[in-house]
């Protein structure tokens, strides 16, 4: 779904992105709510209430989600689709360095290569383009800190999103209210069609969001660094062949370190997934091994107690009887 998302923003032009941002906020909570009362989830909002802790680190992550969307919408719509899609191909590289640095998650050598590479990417590419490509690391940063955040927060997707549409709704609402008032607001000037495609860009964050926030507290966060490059590949396709956007050599030597690095992830995750799959194997082969060694030894010892009882009340051969008199 991310990966489509530079199709749609363009549709909402004449809009400018801090309003189509604000209409995302707005949006994103009246689909999230409705999604909570068809599902009657509401129990978690006096619990999360009661955690300051909580609270603090949900507007954070509103912060720096709405920092993220602001950015991509804006760097979609004035043309720099392939810079956007390598920001979010740097993304699950800089993931895992989070994962490394603050959650204390240990890398193999083939994880360590693969952000090293990552590193020259971005130097070579800096080099191209007279300076370091800010939109795509903004959009790395700030994403990667998202997830970390909601890693840390541990609810539920649609109640985490729940949550931080709720931190952003106010100032977005405000902000679109003064925009109608100064007579600059495009919803409701530009006819019935752009309205609905603004409306409904609730749904087109609330979705993806939703996935990506039930995934966070699930898996470990450089898997899901990992499996985040899908999306920069359709956005990267779309740039070069709907948007027609330049790719000079220092860009293509750029993006192409940035693949050998996610190559090289991929490998290893592989590698590493049937490694996990057949140690485990072998560990349940030991178990059930071991389990049936102890029903049989189990088995033996009833018998031998069954057969005990019939043994003592048994006569005693002729012999037997007459040395037992003597």
């Given at each position: 779904?991310?990966?489509?998302?530079?199709?749609?923003?363009?549709?909402?032009?004449?809009?400018?992105?801090?309003?189509?941002?604000?209409?995302?906020?707005?949006?994103?909570?009246?689909?999230?709510?409705?999604?909570?009362?068809?599902?009657?989830?509401?129990?978690?909002?006096?619990?999360?209430?009661?955690?300051?802790?909580?609270?603090?680190?949900?507007?954070?992550?509103?912060?720096?989600?709405?920092?993220?969307?602001?950015?991509?919408?804006?760097?979609?719509?004035?043309?720099?689709?392939?810079?956007?899609?390598?920001?979010?191909?740097?993304?699950?590289?800089?993931?895992?360095?989070?994962?490394?640095?603050?959650?204390?998650?240990?890398?193999?050598?083939?994880?360590?290569?693969?952000?090293?590479?990552?590193?020259?990417?971005?130097?070579?590419?800096?080099?191209?383009?007279?300076?370091?490509?800010?939109?795509?690391?903004?959009?790395?940063?700030?994403?990667?800190?998202?997830?970390?955040?909601?890693?840390?927060?541990?609810?539920?997707?649609?109640?985490?999103?729940?949550?931080?549409?709720?931190?952003?709704?106010?100032?977005?609402?405000?902000?679109?209210?003064?925009?109608?008032?100064?007579?600059?607001?495009?919803?409701?000037?530009?006819?019935?069609?752009?309205?609905?495609?603004?409306?409904?860009?609730?749904?087109?964050?609330?979705?993806?969001?939703?996935?990506?926030?039930?995934?966070?507290?699930?898996?470990?966060?450089?898997?899901?660094?990992?499996l985040q490059y899908l999306a920069p590949v359709f956005q990267f396709v779309l740039g070069i062949t709907y948007f027609h956007e330049a790719m000079p050599p220092e860009r293509?030597?750029?993006?192409?370190?940035?693949?050998?690095?996610?190559?090289?992830?991929?490998?290893?995750?592989?590698?590493?997934?049937?490694?996990?799959?057949?140690?485990?194997?072998?560990?349940?082969?030991?178990?059930?091994?071991?389990?049936?060694?102890?029903?049989?030894?189990?088995?033996?010892?009833?018998?031998?107690?069954?057969?005990?009882?019939?043994?003592?009340?048994?006569?005693?051969?002729?012999?037997?009887?007459?040395?037992?008199?003597?």
């Amino acid at each position: 779904m991310w990966g489509l998302v530079p199709l749609y923003w363009p549709l909402l032009e004449p809009a400018g992105a801090m309003e189509i941002l604000a209409h995302r906020m707005v949006w994103s909570l009246a689909f999230v709510a409705i999604g909570l009362l068809v599902l009657r989830r509401w129990g978690w909002i006096p619990e999360l209430i009661r955690q300051p802790r909580k609270l603090g680190l949900i507007a954070v992550a509103a912060l720096t989600i709405s920092l993220n969307w602001g950015f991509y919408i804006w760097a979609v719509n004035t043309g720099h689709v392939v810079e956007a899609s390598l920001g979010y191909f740097i993304n699950p590289l800089v993931t895992i360095a989070m994962g490394v640095l603050l959650l204390k998650e240990r890398l193999r050598p083939a994880q360590w290569t693969a952000v090293f590479i990552a590193l020259a990417a971005v130097l070579v590419l800096a080099i191209g383009y007279g300076q370091p490509p800010w939109i795509s690391l903004v959009l790395a940063f700030s994403f990667a800190t998202y997830g970390l955040v909601k890693k840390k927060i541990n609810l539920g997707g649609l109640e985490s999103l729940a949550a931080e549409t709720a931190v952003l709704f106010l100032p977005a609402f405000g902000y679109l209210v003064w925009l109608g008032a100064s007579g600059s607001a495009t919803f409701g000037s530009e006819g019935t069609g752009q309205m609905a495609l603004l409306a409904a860009t609730g749904v087109v964050t609330a979705l993806p969001l939703v996935c990506f926030g039930a995934a966070a507290i699930r898996v470990p966060l450089s898997t899901l660094g990992l499996l985040q490059y899908l999306a920069p590949v359709f956005q990267f396709v779309l740039g070069i062949t709907y948007f027609h956007e330049a790719m000079p050599p220092e860009r293509w030597a750029g993006f192409s370190l940035v693949w050998l690095a996610l190559a090289i992830l991929t490998w290893d995750a592989l590698r590493n997934a049937r490694r996990t799959r057949a140690e485990a194997m072998r560990l349940t082969a030991e178990a059930e091994a071991e389990a049936e060694a102890e029903a049989e030894a189990a088995a033996e010892a009833a018998a031998v107690e069954a057969t005990a009882p019939a043994q003592a009340g048994a006569p005693i051969p002729v012999a037997e009887e007459k040395t037992a008199g003597r």
